[in-house]
């Protein structure tokens, strides 16, 4: 059935708020998504406050065309949704988690970061990037290790100097 023109225009409409106002963008090919598969990987998406839609790949590649982006464009292949967040490492790391269990069904195809377009390598590499609170934990055990070799060095010299 075919879609109407305003129908394509609100679908280019709502495109172009999602893209100028995302922060990270990546491209999803799900050919083989089944419903229970779709509303789970919705679902996971949602949770980690990632948006994602599915549109046409020409109303999708017109709206792109307008925004400037630098670089260039990955290959849209077959069916194709966008993961957006303005959390720049979240829709790269939610795809990836996703598409590790289910490989047959979804293909991170590549994605814009900010305001660049990126190729898959780029974007798996980002989704493996660690989260913030990860950062920060490992942040505070490299400050806390020098203090903690300095407490272990102080007992050993203790228990030497008892015996």
């Known amino acids: ?82 993961a957006y967040s303005n959390d720049l490492l979240a829709p790269s790391r939610e795809v990836y988690d996703f598409q590790k269990t289910n490989k047959e069904v979804i293909d991170m195809l590549g994605g814009m970061f900010d305001k660049e377009y990126k190729d898959k390598a780029t974007m798996i590499g980002m989704a493996n990037i660690p989260s913030l609170h990860a950062l920060r934990g490992m942040f505070v055990n490299v400050i806390n290790s020098p203090v903690q070799r300095f407490v272990t060095a102080l007992d050993a010299i203790a228990k030497k100097k008892v015996q």
Do not use: C, H, W
């Open 1 to 82: 059935m075919a879609i109407t023109k305003s129908k394509k225009q609100d679908i280019v409409s709502s495109f172009s708020d999602i893209l100028s106002n995302a922060s990270s963008v990546v491209f999803v090919k799900f050919d083989k998504l089944t419903v229970k598969s779709a509303n789970e990987f919705r679902r996971k998406l949602r949770a980690s406050g990632v948006g994602y839609k599915v549109g046409k790949k020409s109303l999708l590649k017109r709206v792109l065309d307008t925004q400037g982006y630098s670089g260039t464009m990955p290959e849209l292949i077959g069916e194709i949704g966008i």
